[in-house]
């Protein structure tokens, strides 16, 4: 399986949202010209509204002068995960506040879990706990971030 591609086995089925959007066309649409994610080498292995669920191998490249996972790169990957969750009801939606907390290390080779909820959507904000877990469930970093949605569709 390549960077930034879903994984079809585990992948909810496409949903079409109350604004008549496709889950999976959004998913497609977002991840098509994010190089960032792709370089995160993130894998999304389920998708559907309010929900992401992605994972990615920590590289030598992630790494912090200590040796262990950067926050930027834990930061990054919980954006990611964020991004998609908020974006798959097909409006348009960015960061309005974010904050992480730092849990516990990960090293080169460990497989990091992200996973991402809504907690509420309004009409113009909506809210997320992003969990990012290593192979042991254990908790690595806690997110939640908060989106603006905008009045622009994701796609058309």
Aim: net charge negative; aromatic share 10%.
């Amino acid at each position: 399986m390549t960077n930034t591609e879903t994984n079809n086995s585990q992948n909810s089925h496409p949903q079409s949202t109350s604004t008549g959007f496709d889950t999976v066309k959004v998913l497609d649409t977002m991840l098509a010209n994010d190089h960032f994610s792709k370089w995160l080498g993130i894998v999304v292995d389920e998708y559907r509204l309010g929900y992401c669920r992605l994972h990615y191998t920590v590289k030598e490249e992630m790494l912090n002068g200590f040796g262990i996972i950067h926050g930027g790169a834990l930061f990054s990957a919980s954006d990611s995960a964020f991004a998609l969750a908020c974006n798959s009801q097909g409006r348009l939606s960015v960061a309005l506040d974010v904050t992480i907390s730092f849990i516990k290390s990960a090293k080169v080779g460990d497989i990091l879990t992200v996973e991402a909820k809504e907690i509420h959507t309004g009409n113009s904000t909506s809210f997320y706990n992003v969990t990012t877990t290593n192979e042991k469930n254990e908790i690595i970093a806690l997110f939640k971030g908060t989106a603006y949605r905008t009045g622009k569709k994701v796609y058309e």
